[in-house]
């Protein structure tokens, strides 16, 4: 078994326990693989984005806040990284930077982090097309749309006449 795929048994081991199972393994395998598509679109390294994925929002499943998740989750990130083996501090140290940062969508950071921060915003408006974007998530999404040429999203189901 390589290391990303222990981290996500780690990662799995963890979301098993949290009251909203569904969503946190949709969400967090969910960026992880939208981080490794972009991390592959811009020539960066996509384990290690793979790896920030799984690992962005583990406080918030393991412990059911989402209160300073980031920070929270980046030091969690940090614990499980060292105990799993296999990555090195320097890597470590670039995951768990792009985790503590990824709330701060409106700020441009390090390569790594705003793939993160990207894979976020993806997994969130592909989990549930006819959604409204989550709040400062649009000038993202409409980034990710012009890099990926993907089309504009239904209207929401609420504006469509007959929902
Ligand atoms: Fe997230």
Redesign the pocket.
């Known amino acids: 078994m390589n290391r990303l795929e222990r981290l996500r048994e780690a990662v799995d081991e963890i979301v098993e326990r949290a009251a909203d199972r569904r969503s946190g393994f949709a969400?967090l395998h969910g960026?992880a693989a939208a981080a490794a598509l972009l991390a592959l679109r811009r020539g960066e390294d996509a384990e290690l984005a793979a790896a920030a994925g799984l690992l962005?929002?583990v406080a918030t499943y393991e412990t059911g806040s989402a209160d300073d998740h980031a920070a929270r989750s980046s030091q969690r990130a940090r614990q499980i990284l060292g105990l799993l083996r296999g990555f090195d501090p320097a890597e470590i140290d670039a995951v768990c930077a792009a985790i503590a940062s990824h709330s701060d969508k409106a700020n441009v950071q390090d390569a790594l982090s705003e793939v993160l921060k990207d894979a976020?915003v993806l997994e969130h408006a592909l989990s549930n097309p006819l959604a409204s974007l989550l709040e400062g998530h649009a000038a993202r999404w409409e980034a990710l749309r012009r890099e990926l040429a993907l089309s504009v999203l239904p209207a929401s189901a609420a504006d469509r006449p007959g929902e």
Do not use: A, P, T
């Open positions: 969400h960026v962005h929002d976020d």
